[in-house]
């Protein structure tokens, strides 16, 4: 179906004319949006959608805001991780079961990929899955859960054979997250914040229908997953809610947003918040400072032609011209420039860096940096697999001798 | 494109890079390295015949191409990596722009063609004794005499001082900072090679001594800082180039080198020392097409200039010298080619101001 943009507008503002109700739930709402087609224009027709391309559903999402009309519940949390791998691996009684509630908002979800032992190596995942009669029996441990704590449903990745090699061994599944073999447990950061869980599983079950593609096929369905997270990450952070808007289904709303992003408050600090530099700097004095400010400048530059770099970057990708794995320049320079950002602010404090809470500057902000930016250069693909990505692929390095290549059962691990 | 480039512009680098391939191998950069005159003056004629560099950057009414910084750019970034031997920077780009922000209309006529075909060289003295670069550095004097002025001082650091044909020189009158032509032949005129560290790149001392000059443009019209600007996001364009063609070859050799059974490039160390590399570089690339896309652009590129100047000589010298590291022994031997671009990133680093000055000057032009 190929409906040109302008006709598509058209029909989204009567539908939303005729059907947007800010008295209804907000599960009512999506109810009503996921079985018109609506809540996911850019699905399959078979499956809530519309099969509509970015263009369409830019014009029908500026519709949407232009009625202060709330979307599906897709967007929010790693219920978009859920639907792109289900969309994409899922069976249909799988897609039929998940998808509708995924976009109402009934059901959240969580991803558990990351292990104590398997990090970088995410391939070498340890948490087992065993057939027993007819379910598997899940035994070992996950982290960096985000929202784990709030799950109805998590997508683990598990170790089902150790006699394959370790891209081999594993399969994809959906646990059900509220059962008494699963424990959640809140994980504390150095900086204070608890944004991520560990999870720890004991003869948890899953139905044998809820195994996302073939057994031992686990690590190309991961793959869906990554790729989709590294694509639309930044999207679930970036809700719009206008503050005017008042009502039930609002109230409902917002508080899905705050939870949804609680545990990124601290996102912009562990980026080193260079944009408080200069002002910063003012305040204190310390602009007067030679060698600050030659730090200073070192910082604006930096961080200004990593934003060039990644400017021309988007356009080369339009136009086709980029190689690929370019991102991993971005996402280094972006370690190095939140690295210098914490020393300038260092320097800039003196010190009052010493101090916590809101008896450090800026009600906390300055020492919630300090203690935020190691982060920046783990999460998301640690500096030094950056590296690796850099001289194998960008520059077609000879790649590391591997020594896990045989049965898993004989790689040495954790 | 706002900031990447042109399938025109592309193409435009594609026959730039082919051309100082064929004609800038490093046995010629050796060659002409040792020479008084460090250019070959037949690839200078076919660089400005066939290519038409020397006026890429040059209005078509005084002879050039019409086009703009970001193609004097690539054309620079592609010099750079090659490490072309020719008063290219002196001529075309320091001079060329120094016509061009303060000389009259009928001076722009008279002297811009023959710097956009390349017929006679051309080079701008801006420092002295001190060797530095502001406007407040500049101490040489320029006394009118009738119709005339006459100079009187010394400059130094002049890029292709010795094989100029047009001297311009920046002198102070009472009316402020203005610019002369200065005759090859005037009296009173010494021009005295400097020893210069980077052989690729001769440098002379000029001497004045109530020598007669031509007023260019007004009056203490000398627009310092515009030339300044042009100038500098050209040159960051060419170490640019130098950076990146260092992190080539760090690259190219340590695929070769084998040591401990292994190509060293397989190493780890090597590898993530490689990948910092490549950011710095494209960083300092990034800066260098975007103050040349500011400048394009006809904003204000003080703060850009300064920046791209900075980030490039300072990624073009780590580069070096990671270069002559990543090499081992053979890297410190005058045989190994290396040295001849850490020679170019050093002397570069200081030249038109050191790093540390374009930090401060970047931000002081966003009043910081």
């Known amino acids: 179906m190929n409906q040109s943009v302008d006709s598509i507008r058209d029909e989204a503002r009567s539908w939303l004319k005729e059907n947007w109700d800010s008295s209804l739930s907000l599960i009512e709402w999506r109810t009503r949006l996921a079985e018109s087609g609506w809540a996911a224009p850019d699905w399959p027709e078979d499956y809530y959608g519309r099969n509509l391309g970015p263009a369409e559903v830019a014009a029908i999402n500026e519709e949407f805001a232009a009625a202060g009309a709330i979307g599906g519940a897709q967007s929010t949390g790693v219920r978009s991780l859920a639907a792109a791998t289900l969309l994409e691996h899922g069976s249909d009684e799988q897609k039929r079961t998940f998808l509708r509630r995924i976009l109402t908002g009934e059901d959240a979800w969580c991803q558990l990929f990351s292990e104590p032992g398997s990090g970088s190596d995410l391939a070498g995942a340890t948490t087992r899955a065993d057939r027993q009669g007819n379910e598997w029996v899940v035994n070992g441990q996950k982290v960096w859960n985000t929202s784990a704590h709030h799950a109805d449903y998590g997508l683990l990745v598990a170790r089902t054979d150790w006699d394959q090699p370790k891209h081999k061994g594993l399969t994809y599944f959906i646990i059900d997250m509220r059962q008494p073999g699963v424990e959640v447990r809140q994980l504390r950061q150095m900086n204070g914040h608890a944004s991520f869980n560990e999870v720890f599983f004991t003869n948890a079950s899953v139905l044998p229908d809820h195994m996302i593609g073939e057994e031992g096929e686990g690590w190309a369905v991961a793959v869906t997953t990554l790729a989709y997270e590294r694509r639309g990450f930044a999207r679930s952070r970036d809700i719009k809610i206008d503050k005017l808007w008042s009502g039930k289904i609002y109230d409902q709303y917002r508080e899905e947003v705050a939870i949804a992003n609680e545990p990124y408050t601290w996102y912009p600090q562990r980026a080193g918040r260079v944009d408080l530099v200069v002002q910063r700097a003012k305040e204190t004095g310390a602009i007067e400072d030679p060698v600050i400010r030659q730090k200073i400048a070192k910082l604006l530059a930096m961080d200004k032609s990593a934003q060039w770099f990644a400017a021309r970057l988007r356009e080369d990708q339009k136009a086709g011209r980029a190689k690929g794995p370019e991102g991993s320049i971005t996402k280094l320079a972006a370690s190095n420039i939140a690295r210098l950002a914490s020393d300038v602010h260092t320097s800039i404090t003196g010190t009052d860096a010493m101090l916590t809470g809101p008896e450090s500057p800026q009600n906390g902000i300055i020492a919630e940096i300090l203690v935020s930016v190691p982060a920046v250069s783990i999460a998301g693909g640690t500096d030094e697999i950056q590296k690796n990505i850099i001289s194998e692929r960008l520059l077609d390095m000879p790649k590391e001798t591997r020594f896990d290549t045989g049965p898993f059962k004989d790689v040495r691990r954790n | ?368």
């Open chain 2, 1 to 368: 494109m706002e900031f990447s480039f042109t399938a025109e512009q592309d193409q435009f680098r594609e026959s730039v890079a082919r051309f100082m391939t064929d004609k800038s191998p490093s046995s010629d950069v050796r060659k002409l390295m040792e020479t008084d005159d460090g250019f070959d003056p037949n690839v200078w004629r076919q660089l400005c015949g066939e290519l038409g560099l020397t006026g890429i950057h040059i209005p078509e009414t005084y002879g050039g191409a019409g086009f703009g910084p970001v193609e004097l750019g690539i054309a620079m970034e592609e010099q750079g990596r090659a490490l072309l031997c020719a008063p290219y920077l002196s001529s075309s780009v320091m001079a060329g722009y120094a016509l061009l922000t303060s000389a009259s209309e009928e001076q722009k006529r008279a002297w811009l063609p023959a710097i956009a075909d390349g017929s006679q060289i051309a080079t701008l003295a801006i420092s002295e004794d001190l060797g530095l670069w502001r406007a407040n550095d500049i101490c040489l004097t320029a006394k009118p005499n009738k119709d005339a002025y006459t100079l009187a001082g010394r400059k130094r650091f002049v890029l292709d001082g010795c094989v100029a044909d047009m001297l311009f020189v920046v002198a102070r009158t009472e009316a402020g900072l203005s610019l002369f032509k200065v005759d090859t032949s005037a009296k009173g005129l010494r021009r005295t090679p400097l020893p210069a560290m980077d052989p690729t790149r001769k440098i002379a001392e000029i001497e004045l001594a109530g020598t007669p000059a031509e007023l260019v443009g007004q009056d203490g019209g000398f627009n310092l800082d515009a030339t300044f600007d042009s100038v500098l996001v050209a040159f960051a364009n060419e170490l640019a180039g130098g950076a990146e063609a260092m992190l080539s070859s760090v690259v190219e050799y340590s695929k070769l080198r084998v040591q401990f059974g292994r190509p060293i490039g397989s190493f780890q160390a090597i590898k993530h020392r490689c990948a910092d590399l490549m950011v710095e570089v494209e960083l300092a690339k990034a800066a260098a097409y975007q103050a040349a896309q500011q400048l394009a652009s006809g904003e204000e590129a003080t703060e850009l200039a300064s920046l791209a100047k900075a980030t490039a000589s300072d990624a073009y010298l780590f580069a070096a010298r990671e270069c002559i590291q990543f090499h081992g022994g053979i890297g410190f031997t005058w045989e190994n080619d290396t040295h001849l671009w850490f020679k170019r990133a050093k002397s570069s680093e200081v030249f038109l101001g050191t790093p540390q000055e374009h930090r401060e000057r970047m931000l002081q032009a966003v009043g910081v």
